[in-house]
C-alpha cells in the first residue's frame, strides 16, 4: 500500500512538472490562478496568518509587477485574477509557496505538500472574464463564510462598496520602516501612499485594480444579480477550472429549468416530453456537472430514472476504452449521433 502511495505520489509530481513547463509557454493575458485545494490542511490557520496572505498579495503584484483585479485568500486554497504571462505566473506562485511555508513553520503549523500545486487558466474572452470574476467572488459565500462580498479576506469586498473602499489605515510613510518590516515579512519597500490596516494588513485598494470589475459590470444592480442568480456563468467558470459542485441543489434544480426555458424557446419542463427530458439529462450531468438529483428534481424525475438514462445506449453515456472518456448518445432520424465528453 506504501509502494502504491508513492507511486501514486511520484506520478502527481511529474504531471505538475510538466503542466509547469506547458504554463511557462503561455502568452501575456489574462488568467484566473488557482491554488490546489490542500485537503486536510490549512494554508491560513488564524488572522494573524491571513494578515501574512494579504501582504504576499501586495508584495506580488510590487515585485513582480503584474495586474491583480480580484484575489481570495481561502483557508486552503487562493483565487487570482490577473493579467501577466506563464512564465510570471509560474514564479510569482513559487514566491506564494516560499511565504506560506515560512509562516506555518514558524508558527508550528503542519507544512503542505511538496507536490503542492496550482491551475493557470487562460481567460480568452470578456464573457470568460465576467465569468470568472464571479466565480472568485461567490468563493467565499459558497463556504458559508460570508454573504456575497463581506469578506474580509481578499479584494471583492471594494466591488460597488462604499463601506468596503472606505476603509482606511495608517500610511506606509507614518510608520517606522522596521514596523513596516515587521507587518508585512519582508524588507521590501512599499510605497508611501500605501495603508496599512492594523487587523486587515495591507489594504487590498493599494494594489487591485477592482474599477476593472465595476467597469465591466456596470451597475451594483448587474453584478449582485449575477453574482447570486446566473448559476449558468458559475458552472462554466467551474468547468473552465476543473472543478465540480458549485451550486447546491435547489440552485441546480433552477438551472435546469433556466436551461429548458433557453433550448427550448421559452417551453416549461412540464410542457416537455418524456424522450425530451431524457435528452436533457446527459447535457446537464455530463455536460455541465450538475449532479443527479438536482438534474432529477429540475425535470420531475425520479433520480433512479436519471440514473438509468446516463447509461443508456439511446440517450445516456457509457464508458470508452480510455478511463475517464464518455460517449453520449443522442437519436437524430435513423442515425445515432456520437459524441465525445472527457471528464
Not at 38 to 52: A, D
Not at 135 to 155: H, L
Not at 186 to 210: A, D, I, T, Y
Request: proline share 4%.
Amino acid at each position: 500500500m506504501r509502494n502504491q502511495m508513492n507511486e501514486e505520489q511520484k506520478a502527481a509530481e511529474k504531471s505538475f512538472r510538466v503542466r509547469r513547463e506547458e504554463y511557462r509557454k503561455y502568452p501575456h493575458g489574462y488568467y484566473h490562478l488557482c491554488t490546489d485545494g490542500w485537503q486536510g490542511g490549512q494554508l491560513f490557520n488564524r488572522c494573524e496568518q491571513f494578515v501574512w496572505g494579504m501582504a504576499t498579495m501586495a508584495l506580488v503584484a510590487l515585485k513582480f509587477k503584474v495586474l491583480i483585479y480580484s484575489f481570495e485568500l481561502m483557508s486552503n486554497h487562493i483565487h487570482i485574477i490577473l493579467s501577466a504571462t506563464g512564465e510570471v505566473c509560474v514564479e510569482l506562485f513559487d514566491f506564494i509557496v516560499r511565504r506560506i511555508r515560512k509562516r506555518l513553520r514558524a508558527d508550528g503549523d503542519p507544512q503542505f505538500p511538496d507536490d503542492y500545486g496550482f491551475k493557470l487558466v487562460p481567460i480568452e474572452s470578456p464573457e470568460a472574464l465576467l465569468r470568472q470574476f464571479l466565480y472568485t467572488a461567490r468563493n467565499p459565500y459558497e463556504r458559508g463564510y460570508s454573504v456575497p462580498g463581506g469578506y474580509m479576506w481578499g479584494s471583492d469586498y471594494l466591488v460597488f462598496n462604499q463601506i468596503g473602499q472606505s476603509v482606511q489605515g495608517d500610511r506606509v510613510d507614518s510608520l517606522p520602516v522596521k514596523k513596516v518590516w515587521e507587518l508585512i515579512g519582508s524588507r521590501e519597500k512599499l510605497p508611501g501612499r500605501w495603508e496599512v490596516h492594523p487587523e486587515f494588513g495591507v489594504l487590498p485598494r493599494n494594489f487591485v485594480r477592482f474599477r476593472k470589475v465595476e467597469e465591466m459590470f456596470g451597475s451594483p444592480k448587474e453584478y449582485v444579480t449575477r453574482l447570486v442568480k446566473d448559476y449558468e456563468s458559475l458552472v462554466y467558470a467551474a468547468k473552465e477550472l476543473g472543478e465540480d459542485g458549485c451550486l447546491t441543489v435547489e440552485e441546480e434544480k433552477e438551472l435546469v429549468r433556466n436551461e429548458v426555458t433557453r433550448l427550448f424557446q421559452g417551453r416549461d419542463v412540464g410542457e416537455l416530453s418524456t424522450e425530451e427530458k431524457y435528452r436533457m439529462v446527459t447535457s446537464l450531468c455530463v455536460g455541465l456537472h450538475l449532479s443527479e438529483e438536482g438534474v432529477a428534481k429540475g425535470l420531475g424525475l425520479p433520480e433512479r430514472v436519471v440514473r438509468q438514462v446516463l447509461t443508456s445506449k439511446d440517450f445516456g453515456v457509457r464508458r470508452s476504452g480510455n478511463a475517464g472518456v464518455f460517449e453520449t448518445y443522442e437519436k437524430a432520424g435513423n442515425r445515432t449521433v456520437r459524441e465525445r465528453w472527457r471528464v
